[in-house]
């Protein structure tokens, strides 16, 4: 069963801050959100993970609920590069199943 | 450093046939994952390893095996090649157990066609 609920499709005009978010409601209090985006035919690229702080690298910035129930992706200024499906996964040490990916939300940054 | 490095990148195998697929982590990295990625069910885990032992396995049938080397190479066999194995095979390497407050990278992978 998914763990994760993410929009289907966003669209997000380029130079703008794209917001992606997922729905964890059933997240245990050890497993991390995890943030993958797969451009097409290329391997899924790691972008951030966290388990209840906000975290920011340099691609992005992740937005936890203080429940853990939901989170953002935060891409500050998009670029056409960023067109890609944007995985949420939830996971914690020692499952039995690997990093489970659903369908994603496939993010579309116009010009 | 280098990242995940898979071989071959293209594949055509006949249906019956098996193949053999090879995924070199990245250095220092002791766990190593295999995904298949179809169109119609998206990425699906197939395996785990970590130093050498397989931790975690997928609901794959018994024709899908792995096996990782004490340099942490994997390599992953699909034995009797069925057309609905075509796929893009994805390997990815982690420092620990995948999920494990660790991040897990992946290879550009190697897409399989039976024909």
């Known amino acids: 069963d998914a763990k994760t609920t993410q929009p289907t499709s966003m669209d997000c005009a380029e130079g703008r801050a794209a917001n992606l978010p997922c729905n964890h409601s059933t997240i245990s209090g050890n497993e991390y959100v995890y943030w993958y985006r797969q451009i097409h035919s290329q391997g899924p690229q790691y972008i951030i993970h966290g388990l209840k702080n906000n975290e920011t690298n340099e691609m992005a910035s992740l937005i936890i609920t203080e429940d853990r129930k939901s989170s953002t992706l935060i891409l500050p200024h998009a670029t056409l590069r960023d067109t890609a499906v944007y995985y949420c996964?939830?996971?914690?040490?020692?499952?039995?199943?690997?990093?489970?990916f659903g369908k994603g939300t496939h993010l579309i940054i116009q010009p | 450093k280098a990242g995940v490095t898979q071989t071959p990148r293209y594949l055509i195998k006949t249906r019956g046939q098996q193949v053999t697929l090879s995924c070199s982590p990245i250095?220092?990295?002791?766990?190593v994952s295999w995904y298949q990625q179809t169109p119609g069910q998206g990425l699906q885990f197939l395996f785990e390893?970590?130093?050498?032992?397989?931790?975690n396995k997928g609901n794959f049938p018994g024709r899908f095996s792995g096996r990782q080397f004490s340099n942490s190479r994997s390599e992953m066999n699909v034995s009797t090649l069925e057309l609905g194995d075509s796929a893009l095979y994805l390997c990815?390497?982690?420092?620990?157990?995948?999920?494990?407050?660790?991040?897990?990278?992946f290879g550009q992978g190697t897409r399989l066609t039976v024909v």
């Open positions: 390893y970590f130093s050498e032992t397989q931790r």
């Open positions: 990815a390497s982690s420092l620990e157990d995948i999920g494990w407050n660790t991040e897990a990278f």
């Open positions: 996964i939830v996971r914690g040490g020692g499952g039995a199943d690997g990093l489970t």
């Open positions: 250095s220092g990295h002791r766990s």
